[in-house]
């Protein structure tokens, strides 16, 4: 879409098939670099449903978690750094019973030293 073009289009009727597929008219796939097979979210809201291109969500969710690291000048390395920690919370949250005896054994092979 041409640049100072309105975001929102009304683009055209299609019917649902047999099968519950819809047609999405080629200029429209060829804009959005659509292929046969290419994953699209459906979102529903309200009455309506929105079709999204999977790798533009997917691109636009990267981009938004990248510019939120620059703003608070995280690095890669300083993220990767904190996931050991984070793995062990989300694990204790997940499996509490299990993380209880591995804090368990820790103590007492702390405890023979």
């Known amino acids: 879409m041409p640049a100072?073009?309105?975001?929102?289009e009304y683009v055209a009727n299609t019917r649902i098939g047999e099968k519950g597929q819809l047609t999405i008219p080629k200029q429209y796939?060829?804009?959005?670099?659509l292929e046969t097979g290419d994953p699209v979210a459906v979102l529903r809201i309200g009455e309506a449903l929105i079709l999204v291109p999977?790798?533009?969500?997917?691109r636009l969710l990267c981009e938004s978690i990248a510019?939120?690291?620059e703003h608070r000048q995280i690095s890669a390395a300083a993220l990767l750094d904190t996931?050991?920690?984070?793995?062990?919370?989300?694990?204790?949250?997940r499996y509490p019973?299990?993380?209880?005896?591995?804090?368990?054994?820790v103590r007492r092979r702390q405890g023979k030293r």
């Open 4 to 8: 100072g073009e309105s975001q929102v």
């Open 29 to 33: 796939r060829d804009e959005l670099g």
């Open 54 to 58: 999977e790798q533009r969500r997917f």
């Open 67 to 69: 510019t939120a690291f």
């Open 83 to 93: 996931l050991p920690e984070a793995r062990k919370r989300v694990f204790a949250r």
């Open 97 to 105: 019973e299990l993380a209880g005896q591995a804090r368990s054994k």
